[in-house]
């Protein structure tokens, strides 16, 4: 339950839901302790493994034989003064040991052969998305995303440990949910050169698509910065109509903060509440002070320790020769961000990971290192609107800003041999939701621009932001164009394979495919004014993507990490392109998979926001949407849509079988399909024909 503050008035008729739980491990028992090699001062003060057990039973996978899951906790101790830690904002404003160090904990999970000479020496590092686990998921084609994975759904193929791999989770976020299964870091308050608490402005904002009386300050259930002197002026909430659209004050007798009366929280503030509720289709958006914030950037510097530990310390409990990064969606963004900032270089000067994979990032960045920085806040065409993600610089290489005069390149800070091999996959919906051209093109999106040495760029063509359940439920059926909401184009077959050839990259010295991305030159990446989209029935096209601005969040932002002005001011935005498509809609450019080459449908990556409190005419967050092709001459001119339909394209199911197969032995040969998966891309893909046969009655 909530309470209105004592001091203030609570609305009539008001109710309040209970706040979010959560729990502190106070100490461990049997713990296995391991500590670091002989003379060597690290980063990583000792690792504590609190559960050691075998993998499905002891089951061997191939020549790296059986398994074993540990879990427990790692201590780290970080150095102020480190060139390496230089950039971690505010580092000096924590409380330090009796060494003049810094402490920090966190709780991990690693999956590692049990026999260490069997062990291929290469550790996956994923970078927890706000504290879960997506590696087994994405590449081991696991039924579900388990944070504990225990029985053999939660494994999937086993992809990733037939390849030997060693895989790492570590928390490196500290204002997660109250959920003892995410994985966490638990880091010092920061406190004022003064001693006193430290203060700043903080910002929160909410797309209002249902009545509420009270709206959580937190992002995501995540845990709030508090404020401060509750009833002052100085906090000011406004309400709008649209993403630019012009900010009214709520007067501040309207609104109240409120405290939570149970759990963990009681007697702390952790939502805001409008007399008369928060009215759906308007953007809320709160300016605030507030007090107590960590040092957010520890999570790049656990990263990096983690893994050198892991390829440098002799009594590693995890030991590796080679360290892999793998982000998805925010810890893509984190992945950039690492690179940006130059967090490959560890305190003793060397290279962190030897490869990278960010998937699904675009060109953004994120709140993972600034002053009550909220890393869950990420920025969309129509949600959590002007956080600081969309950040020049966007690609790897130094390019010139022809309006602010700066000219730099993501990979700035890191000296070429201290650079990891990059490989970074987006899909469609990333170059209209998270401006993914700009990753290779110019700032001015006037041409193409080069990658850097050892990078590697794709384009999982059609695809949006996740793969999309198939086959459709029933209430994903749109009224337009015949088609579904959600889009199932089944990219993770590519990102397998890519995963496999950045392991040997890495590992062997193998290289993967030739980039491929769309490009100015060859006519594939365009202005969405230019798309030729097919003018199927009902089908409306967006022309307005995801747009970075040069933001202005105060003179210190920059330099210090510290944002005195919120909201942000908004300069000019940068130019985003997209892949342009053929005549059925589908993207061209980039990795076409089999829905592609031999289409039964039109995959969008994206979709209009339509029939709803607000925001109509934007896109919607992550999701696309699939028109099927009509199956006849007959059923294409009744429905008056202009793709061929099926029966011209294909003649009948075994046509489309062969043509299928042909496509999918292309994929294999060029790299970006595992051979083994040629038979699950097929009978997909048949089930797919089979269904929209059943659907259409022929």
């Keep these: 339950m909530f309470r209105l503050l004592s001091a203030l008035r609570a609305p009539a008729g008001c109710r309040y839901r209970s706040g979010s739980r959560w729990?502190?491990?106070?100490?461990?028992?049997?713990?296995?302790?391991?500590?670091?090699?002989?003379?060597?001062?690290?980063?990583?003060?000792?690792?504590?493994?609190?559960?050691?057990?075998?993998?499905?039973?002891?089951?061997?996978?191939?020549p790296w034989g059986a398994y074993e899951k540990l879990t427990g906790r790692i201590y780290f101790s970080f150095d102020p003064g480190n060139p390496a830690n230089a950039?971690?904002?505010?580092?000096?404003?924590?409380?330090?040991?009796?060494?003049?160090?810094?402490?920090?904990?966190?709780?991990?999970?690693?999956?590692?052969?049990?026999?260490?000479?069997?062990?291929?020496?290469?550790?996956?590092?994923?970078?927890?998305?706000?504290?879960?686990?997506?590696?087994?998921?994405?590449?081991?084609?696991?039924?579900?995303?388990?944070?504990?994975?225990?029985?053999?759904?939660?494994?999937?193929?086993?992809?990733?440990?037939?390849?030997g791999l060693t895989l790492i989770w570590v928390g490196w976020q500290m204002d997660l949910p109250d959920d003892p299964r995410l994985l966490r870091l638990h880091g010092p308050l920061l406190r004022a050169a003064d001693g006193r608490p430290l203060e700043g402005w903080v910002r929160a904002d909410w797309v209002v698509e249902a009545p509420t009386p009270e709206l959580a300050l937190g992002h995501r259930d995540h845990r709030p910065?508090?404020?401060?002197?509750?009833?002052?002026?100085?906090?000011?909430?406004?309400?709008?109509?649209?993403?630019?659209?012009?900010?009214?004050?709520?007067?501040?007798?309207?609104?109240?903060?409120?405290?939570?009366?149970d759990g963990p929280d009681a007697g702390q503030i952790t939502h805001v509440v409008l007399e008369g509720g928060f009215q759906p289709g308007r953007i809320y958006e709160l300016v605030y002070r507030g007090r107590d914030p960590r040092p957010v950037g520890l999570g790049l510097a656990v990263v990096r320790d983690v893994v050198s530990y892991a390829k440098h310390d002799l009594d590693a409990v995890f030991p590796a020769t080679h360290g892999i990064a793998f982000g998805v969606s925010q810890t893509g963004r984190f992945l950039r961000h690492f690179l940006h900032q130059g967090f490959n270089v560890d305190e003793r000067g060397r290279r962190a990971f030897d490869g990278v994979l960010i998937h699904t990032a675009g060109a953004g960045r994120g709140s993972f290192n600034h002053r009550f920085a909220q890393p869950s806040r990420d920025a969309h065409r129509y949600s959590a609107?002007?956080?600081?993600?969309?950040?020049?610089?966007?690609?790897?290489?130094?390019?010139?800003?022809?309006?602010?005069?700066?000219?730099?390149?993501l990979l700035d800070a890191l000296p070429q041999p201290l650079r990891p091999r990059v490989m970074t996959t987006n899909t469609g919906y990333e170059y209209w939701g998270r401006t993914a051209s700009l990753v290779h093109t110019t700032v001015d999106g006037a041409a193409d621009a080069?990658?850097?040495?050892?990078?590697?760029?794709?384009?999982?063509?059609?695809?949006?932001?996740?793969?999309?359940?198939?086959?459709?439920?029933?209430?994903?059926?749109?009224?337009?164009?015949?088609?579904?909401?959600?889009?199932?184009?089944?990219?993770?077959v590519t990102l397998r394979a890519l995963a496999v050839r950045l392991v040997a990259w890495v590992a062997d010295g193998v290289p993967p495919p030739p980039s491929g991305v769309p490009a100015i030159a060859r006519g594939t990446l365009v202005p969405?004014?230019?798309?030729?989209?097919?003018?199927?029935?009902?089908?409306?096209?967006?022309?307005?993507?995801?747009?970075?601005y040069r933001a202005d969040y105060g003179p210190r932002f920059l330099a210090e990490g510290i944002a005195d002005v919120q909201p942000p001011r908004l300069g000019e935005a940068f130019p985003a392109l997209v892949p342009q498509v053929d005549a059925f809609g589908n993207e061209l450019g980039g990795v076409r998979g089999v829905e592609l080459r031999a289409p039964l449908a039109t995959y969008t990556p994206w979709r209009v926001r339509r029939g709803l409190a607000g925001g109509n005419g934007e896109l919607h967050d992550f999701e696309g949407a699939f028109y099927p092709l009509p199956t006849t001459a007959a059923a294409a001119a009744a429905a008056g849509d202009p793709r061929p339909p099926l029966e011209r394209l294909y003649g009948d199911r075994t046509g489309y079988r062969t043509r299928v197969e042909a496509a999918a032995a292309g994929l294999a040969t060029e790299g970006f399909l595992l051979d083994e998966d040629v038979a699950y891309v097929v009978e997909r893909a048949l089930a797919l024909w089979d269904w929209i046969h059943a659907r259409e009655g022929g």
Excluded: C
Excluded at 385 to 396: G, I
Excluded at 535 to 548: D, F, S, Y
């Design 23 to 62: 729990t502190v491990v106070l100490g461990l028992s049997g713990a296995l302790v391991s500590g670091t090699g002989a003379g060597a001062r690290a980063e990583v003060v000792r690792v504590e493994v609190v559960t050691r057990e075998s993998v499905l039973g002891g089951r061997s996978f191939g």
């Design 87 to 163: 950039r971690i904002v505010d580092l000096a404003l924590a409380p330090l040991d009796a060494e003049g160090r810094v402490r920090a904990w966190a709780d991990f999970m690693v999956i590692q052969p049990v026999n260490p000479a069997r062990r291929r020496g290469v550790a996956w590092l994923e970078v927890s998305n706000r504290g879960g686990k997506a590696s087994l998921r994405y590449f081991n084609r696991a039924l579900r995303g388990a944070s504990d994975p225990t029985v053999a759904e939660d494994f999937g193929d086993g992809l990733l440990l037939r390849e």
């Design 225 to 261: 910065y508090r404020p401060i002197r509750p009833g002052s002026e100085e906090h000011v909430l406004t309400v709008r109509d649209a993403r630019e659209g012009a900010r009214a004050v709520v007067a501040r007798e309207q609104w109240h903060f409120a405290t939570a009366e």
């Design 385 to 409: 609107f002007f956080y600081p993600t969309d950040l020049y610089p966007f690609a790897s290489l130094p390019q010139p800003d022809p309006l602010t005069g700066r000219e730099e390149g």
């Design 450 to 492: 080069p990658a850097a040495p050892g990078e590697r760029l794709y384009h999982l063509a059609g695809g949006q932001h996740y793969v999309g359940p198939f086959p459709p439920d029933s209430g994903s059926a749109l009224a337009e164009g015949r088609g579904f909401a959600g889009n199932p184009l089944e990219f993770l």
């Design 528 to 548: 969405p004014a230019a798309l030729a989209f097919p003018a199927i029935p009902g089908v409306e096209v967006p022309t307005e993507p995801h747009v970075a």
